[in-house]
């Protein structure tokens, strides 16, 4: 279902000037929810989530992703902390604090939870520069999970 309907979302989402940060289909209070994770350079508002409501409304009516089961739309900002799944998740957070949790603690250390700026990503690894100014690569093997890091 997701696939079916992840073609006509980001293209409707790229006309409005957002961007695709993710998709889930769930049962939700005894519901069916489609939720669609949107985000943009400049945040996302509660008008920003209505305005990509009403605009995904038609295009799925006619697409029919669920094959005439009801579902609830939702849209939503992916939330101040939630893990990175993408490469452009990444790339949205290149030189911003982040936190890496580890499976283990890395070699000389006890900590599990590692932060600093985001300084680059790939396929094998990300690297943060530390407080100290030391840059740290770690294997995304070894990242249990990367998400912004929020202070209070």
């Given at each position: ?119 680059s990503y790939d396929d094998d690894s990300v690297a ?25």
């Amino acid at each position: 279902m997701i696939e079916r309907a992840k073609p006509v979302i980001e293209n409707t989402l790229s006309a409005l000037g957002y961007e695709l940060v993710d998709i889930e289909y769930k049962n939700l209070y005894g519901q069916k929810h489609l939720i669609v994770y949107v985000a943009s350079e400049r945040g996302i508002s509660l008008d920003d989530c209505e305005i990509v409501s009403n605009a995904l409304d038609k295009p799925l009516d006619d697409l029919d992703p669920t094959a005439g089961v009801p579902y609830c739309l939702d849209v939503s900002s992916p939330g101040l902390d939630r893990p990175f799944k993408t490469r452009r998740d990444y790339e949205r957070n290149y030189g911003k604090s982040v936190e890496i949790k580890l499976y283990a603690p890395l070699s000389g250390t006890k900590d599990k939870l590692i932060v600093g700026k985001l300084v680059s990503y790939d396929d094998d690894s990300v690297a943060i520069e530390t407080a100290d100014g030391k840059t740290l690569s770690v294997k995304n093997s070894a990242a249990a999970l990367v998400r912004p890091h929020i202070e209070f």
